[in-house]
């Protein structure tokens, strides 16, 4: 029952701003902290941004900090990744991911390609 629904990638310049959006359903959603992960052609999976439940605290990984922004709307069931200042190693599929009653679930991703 529990659904993520990522989307907003694109193809975009270096420099560039895209905003990726991950709808969630079947959860409590506010209850529940987010993530964003990111997985690159032949690299492992990794984590990106995490924000908690109710939007209070943010993480991010070394590699974006300053240039991406995670944030929630928990009256539209909704988490956000706000990047700027895009970078060719940006290139990935970006996946929203929440734990639910122990269980990790994940979204289908949306493709993010920085290119010129």
């Known amino acids: 029952q529990v659904q993520l629904v990522e989307s907003g990638g694109g193809l975009v310049q270096p420099g560039g701003s895209l905003r990726l959006s991950c709808a969630a359903s079947?959860?409590?959603?506010?209850?529940?902290?987010m993530n964003w992960y990111r997985q690159a052609p032949g690299k492992e999976r990794e984590l990106v941004a995490v924000?908690?439940?109710?939007?209070?605290?943010?993480n991010y990984a070394d590699s974006v900090k300053g240039r991406f922004t995670i944030s929630r709307d928990n009256a539209k069931n909704t988490v956000y990744l706000q990047m700027n200042s895009l970078k060719p190693e940006d290139t990935a599929v970006y996946y929203c991911?929440?734990?639910?009653?122990?269980?990790?679930?994940w979204g289908q991703g949306t493709q993010v390609t920085v290119s010129s």
């Open positions: 991911k929440a734990r639910v009653n122990c269980y990790d679930y």
């Open positions: 924000i908690s439940s109710g939007g209070g605290s943010t």
């Open positions: 079947g959860f409590t959603f506010r209850r529940i902290a």
